[in-house]
């Protein structure tokens, strides 16, 4: 059984939407905020989010917790999340596996690792001390990437999965980036699926991407495209159904039109699980939509 709850479709709540969520609620179930936007208390951010969070779900999303940096964790970051966490209660709180701070200073990107024996301890340490902040679980995601290390002695999939038993964690899969990162490194998208613990998915993402020469980028902005379709109908029949969410990040369109890609991965799963062959249905427990 699945540790986290099963939220149905959300989006991510982006600036350029506020007054068009608050005006007409969209056809969505929940919706994904960028933690960092939203640490300060005051502010139009925070009254947008809490008049959000008062009629639907709501999940956190960080990019600043470096799980792999080497600097300590930041803890005026974390008690800010501690802080955000205890006013929003949200399903869920994610952020990356990755590094992007050295020394202080912040490389704003999200930097893979080596994965090894030794940054596998590394960060499921942090994580633990993350959680114990936190005092919850949270979901760690893959990003994407266009370098390898050759000291790695697994695979991407291989520390995840090994991360989540060692930390007691979960993961935010984003099929976009596996689809991305396969097809930079040359790896089987379907082998990095295949590889995740069945229990511990507790969001997965999609979005586009862009083309630059021979490699693909992460840049959401672009609809997703059909392969990372293909990959979503790949995960709904390992996970089953998952808390899934559509990210919109740069050329971003009229609400309407995210909301439309939510719908149609809304529309994927309903097909696909309701077949007879589609999935073994792996149903996590759902969630009332009224505030928390």
């Excluded at 009254?47 to 008062?54: A, K, P, Q, T």
């Amino acid at each position: 059984m699945n540790l986290f709850p099963y939220l149905g479709h959300g989006i991510g709540l982006r600036t350029e939407h506020y007054q068009a969520v608050l005006e007409q609620p969209p056809v969505v179930d929940w919706f994904e905020v960028i933690s960092d936007n939203f640490l300060v208390a005051g502010g139009n951010p925070r009254r947008v989010l809490r008049e959000i969070r008062g009629r639907s779900p709501v999940v956190m999303h960080g990019v600043s917790l470096s799980l792999g940096s080497v600097d300590p964790i930041n803890g005026d970051y974390l008690n800010g999340l501690a802080d955000l966490a205890a006013e929003v209660q949200p399903e869920l709180i994610s952020d990356h596996l990755c590094w992007g701070s050295l020394g202080g200073h912040y490389a704003h990107d999200l930097l893979p690792l080596p994965y090894t024996e030794e940054a596998l301890h590394h960060v499921a340490e942090r994580v633990q001390r993350v959680q114990d902040r936190l005092k919850r679980r949270i979901l760690v995601e893959n990003v994407s990437s266009y370098v390898s290390f050759c000291q790695s002695a697994m695979t991407e999939w291989e520390f995840l999965a090994a991360l989540c038993q060692r930390a007691d964690c979960g993961v935010l899969l984003d099929v976009n980036n596996i689809f991305v990162s396969a097809h930079n490194h040359g790896f089987d998208p379907a082998a990095f699926i295949a590889g995740i613990p069945l229990a511990r998915v507790g969001q997965i993402h999609l979005a586009g991407h862009s083309t630059a020469g021979e490699l693909l980028l992460d840049t959401h902005d672009h609809p997703v495209c059909d392969g990372v379709w293909d990959l979503y109908r790949q995960a709904l029949r390992r996970f089953g159904r998952v808390s899934t969410l559509i990210e919109w990040d740069d050329h971003i369109p009229p609400l309407e039109r995210v909301v439309e890609e939510s719908r149609r991965a809304a529309g994927i799963e309903t097909a696909l699980l309701a077949a007879p062959n589609g999935a073994a249905l792996l149903v996590a427990p759902a969630v009332s939509h009224a505030a928390g």
